[in-house]
C-alpha cells in the first residue's frame, strides 16, 4: 500500500478523549476513531491487526477439532426467558441492548451466545454418538457497558471469539476444556504476549472450573495474586489465602468499655491496647434480589481484613431461594443514607455487634424482617475478642462464640492479599499483579441445557442434559492490551505476528528520483515476495516520515536516503532502534530472515 493513496491521518498531539497509553497510541497513529460512547471505527491499520489476530484464533481453534459458525446478533426475547436471563440482562444489570420490531417481538443485541447455541443444540443433537461439539464464532458482540472507557478495552461494540462445546460426561467437558487451555496459550504465545493464567471466579453459575487469562500491564483493570513458582495464581475476586494468624488475646473477662468516638478499628485499637487481628468487625449490606427483596446482611469479619464482594455475591445468590429470589440485582454497603429507608432507629455504626437486634428493621415493603447474619471463617475461631457493644461509643472485650454471642453462618469471604500465605504451601507468599483479563474458559455444566430443555440420549437410552462448555477471548481487547505491552515514547511497537505491515519503505524525499526509483523498486519486490509493506511516497518532509513510521509502530523501516550512492539502504528495527546498512539486491532476502 502506497501511503499516499491511504486514507492515513497521525495526530501531533495526545487526544484528550484517551487515559491509556495504548488507547492514545492507536488513536494517534491512525488505527482507531471514536464515533460514539464505546463505538469505534476499524481504520484500515487496525482492521489489518484485528485480521491477523483473527487468523491465529482461527488456525489455533481449528486444529482442536472445533468448527467455526456464524450465530445470530438479533436474538429473539423468547430465548432468553426460557433461561431465565431476559430480565436481568435487559433491566437489571441492563447490559443487554433490547428493541422491540415491526410485529412488536422483542429482541436483544447479542452479548453473548449461549441461548443461541443451546437452542441449536436442542434441536439438532439427539444421541451420545453426535457428541462431543464444539462450535466457534469470531463476532462482533454488544454491550452496554456502565463504563465504556479505555478505547478497544471496554468498549460497547466489540469483536470476541466464542465458543461452546456440548459434551456427555464431565469427563469429555474436561478433555476439550483442557485442549482450551493450552490452544489459548498458543495464541497469545504467537501473538507475543506476556500473560498469565489465573484461576476465576465462576460467579453464580457454579460450574466446576474456570480460569482467566491475563495479559500482564500495570493498566490493567484486574488484580490478580500468585506465587513465586507460579503453582498458584488467581483473580483476586477468587483467590484464597491464609491470613496472618490472630494474636492472642489479653482480655479475659467479658465487660463492656467506655470507647468515645472510637468507630473505627485503628482508633479502638489504639485506644484498647489491642491487635486489629483481635477484633471482630461488623460490615452491613443490602442486597436487592430479582422478585424485589432487599435483605440486610450482617457480615461478621476479622478487623484486619477486607470483605470480597465477590464471595459475599456467591453466597448470597446460594441463599436467594430463602427469600424467593433466583439471582442478586444490587449489592451494596448499607451506608447511613440507605439506612434512613428501613432503620426503625439510628444504628450505631461503628459500634455494631454481631447480634444487632432484628427490631432495628422497621416494617418497610419489600425488606426482610431479620438480618441474615454471616460470619467469615476469620473470626469463627477467635476467643476473647474486642467488637461493638450496639451502643454508640461503647465497645465489649473479651467475648467470646456461644457465650456472649451466638456464632453466624461461617462461609469464606473473606479478600485475599499480597503478603497472605498460600493455602497449598503456606512457605508460599502471595505477590500482586495486574492484568487485562483478554480471555475467559469455563466449564458450564448443565445451567443452559437444564433450563432450555437440551436433552441427548445415552447409552442406556436415557435422556440426560448436554453438558456444556463455553470460551471466550477478546479479539479487539487483545489487540490493545498488546500494544499495552509494548511501546515507547515514540509510539507502539507491534510483534510482527500482528503488526498490520511487516515493512514501511520511507522515501526521505519524493523530490530526488533515485531515491523515489530504489523505493519503487523494493516496493514491487517486497510486494512480490509476500512481504507485507508501506511505502511512504508521501510528500512530506523525512522528519515526519520517520515520526509517522515509528508511531504506527511498523516491525521494519527501509530508508533510501544517502547510503544508496554506495547501492545500500538502511534498515531500521522498530524494537531495538539498531540500524543496518543492506545492500539493495539483498534487502528481500535480508527481511525474509528477519521476519522468518
Ligand atoms: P469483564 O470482566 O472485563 O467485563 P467479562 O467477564 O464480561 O469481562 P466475558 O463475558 O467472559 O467477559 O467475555 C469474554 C471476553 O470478551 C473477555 O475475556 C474480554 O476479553 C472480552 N470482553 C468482554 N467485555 C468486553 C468489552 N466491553 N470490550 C471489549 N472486550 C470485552
Ligand atoms: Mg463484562
Known amino acids: 500500500m502506497r501511503l499516499s493513496q491511504m486514507l492515513w491521518v497521525t495526530l501531533r498531539e495526545d487526544p484528550a478523549e484517551a487515559e491509556l497509553t495504548s488507547h492514545k497510541l492507536l488513536l494517534r497513529a491512525g488505527y482507531i476513531r471514536r464515533v460514539g460512547a464505546g463505538l469505534y471505527v476499524y481504520l484500515p491499520l487496525m482492521w489489518r491487526v484485528l485480521q491477523k489476530i483473527s487468523a491465529i484464533v482461527r488456525e489455533e481453534m481449528n486444529d482442536t477439532g472445533a468448527q467455526e459458525c456464524l450465530l445470530t446478533q438479533l436474538q429473539p426475547a423468547e430465548l432468553w426467558q426460557e433461561s431465565g436471563r431476559w430480565d436481568t440482562y435487559t433491566k ?31 434441536d439438532t443433537i439427539r444421541s451420545y454418538r453426535q457428541l462431543p461439539q464444539h462450535l466457534y464464532q469470531i463476532q462482533t458482540k454488544f454491550r452496554d457497558e456502565i463504563r465504556p472507557r479505555f478505547g478497544l478495552m471496554r468498549g460497547r461494540e466489540f469483536i470476541m471469539k466464542d465458543g461452546y462445546s ?49 495479559v500482564l500491564a500495570e493498566a490493567g483493570e484486574d488484580d490478580i495474586l500468585f506465587t513465586e513458582d507460579s503453582s498458584y495464581a488467581a483473580n483476586v475476586e477468587k483467590a484464597v489465602s491464609l491470613p496472618p494468624d490472630a494474636v492472642v488475646s489479653s482480655f479475659d473477662k467479658f465487660e463492656k468499655v467506655h470507647t468515645p468516638k472510637k468507630g473505627t478499628i485503628e482508633t479502638v485499637c489504639k485506644l484498647l491496647k489491642c491487635d486489629p487481628t483481635q ?47 433466583k439471582a442478586v440485582i444490587n449489592l451494596q454497603v448499607a451506608d447511613p443514607e440507605s439506612q434512613q429507608k428501613w432503620a426503625h432507629s439510628k444504628i450505631p455504626v461503628g459500634f455494631i455487634a454481631p447480634d444487632l437486634d432484628d427490631s432495628y428493621i422497621d416494617n418497610v415493603k419489600g425488606f426482610a424482617p431479620k438480618f441474615l447474619r454471616l460470619a467469615d471463617r476469620t473470626v469463627a475461631e477467635l476467643e476473647n475478642f474486642v467488637t461493638g457493644a450496639n451502643e454508640a461509643d461503647y465497645h465489649v472485650v473479651g467475648a467470646n462464640w456461644g457465650k456472649d454471642f451466638p456464632l453466624p ?24 499483579a ?6 475467559h474458559i469455563f466449564q458450564l455444566g448443565t445451567k443452559y441445557s437444564q433450563a432450555m430443555k437440551a436433552t441427548f440420549t445415552n447409552e442406556q437410552g436415557e435422556e ?53 526509483e530504489v523505493g519503487e523498486k523494493l516496493y514491487t519486490e517486497l510486494n512480490a515476495a509476500k512481504i507485507e509493506v508501506l511505502l511512504d511516497d508521501r510528500d512530506e518532509r523525512a522528519g515526519v516520515k520517520f515520526k509517522d513510521a515509528d508511531l504506527v ?23 531495538t532502534k539498531v540500524a543496518t546498512l543492506v545492500e539493495i539486491e539483498s534487502v528481500v532476502e535480508y527481511l525474509q530472515n528477519e521476519l522468518k
Open 434 to 439: 495486574r492484568g487485562i483479563e483478554v480471555g
Open 166 to 214: 456440548f459434551h456427555s460426561t464431565e469427563e469429555s467437558l474436561k478433555e476439550t476444556y483442557y485442549d482450551m487451555d493450552r490452544a489459548y496459550r498458543k495464541m497469545f504465545d504467537r501473538c507475543g504476549l506476556k500473560f498469565r493464567a489465573v484461576e476465576a471466579d465462576s460467579g453464580a453459575i457454579g460450574g466446576s472450573g474456570s480460569q482467566e487469562f491475563m
Open 92 to 122: 437489571a444489570e441492563g447490559i443487554m441492548f433490547a428493541l422491540t420490531d415491526r410485529a412488536n417481538r422483542e429482541v436483544g443485541l447479542g452479548p453473548t451466545h449461549e441461548e443461541i447455541i443451546t437452542a441449536i443444540a436442542r
Open 553 to 575: 509502530g511498523i516491525p521494519y523501516r527501509v530508508v533510501t536516503g544517502k547510503a544508496i550512492a554506495d547501492g545500500k539502504v538502511e534498515i531500521v528495527n522498530r524494537a
Open 464 to 516: 440426560l442434559p448436554l453438558v456444556m462448555g463455553c470460551y471466550g477471548l477478546g479479539v479487539s481487547r487483545l489487540a490493545q492490551a498488546a500494544v499495552e505491552q509494548s511501546y515507547d515514547k515514540d509510539g507502539i511497537i507491534w510483534n510482527k505476528a500482528i503488526a498490520p505491515y511487516h515493512v514501511i519503505v520511507t522515501v526521505p524525499n519524493v523530490g530526488d528520483t533515485k531515491q523515489m
Open 409 to 432: 453462618t461461617v462461609v469464606n469471604l473473606d479478600k485475599a492479599k499480597a503478603s497472605d500465605r498460600a493455602v497449598h504451601d503456606p512457605s508460599q507468599i502471595l505477590q500482586t
Open 279 to 325: 477484633v471482630v468487625k461488623q460490615v452491613l449490606y443490602q442486597v436487592v434480589y430479582d422478585n424485589g427483596t432487599t435483605v440486610l446482611v450482617l457480615v461478621s469479619i476479622r478487623g484486619d481484613r477486607d470483605v470480597n464482594e465477590v464471595k459475599l455475591q456467591n453466597e448470597l445468590t446460594k441463599q436467594a431461594s430463602n427469600y424467593g429470589g
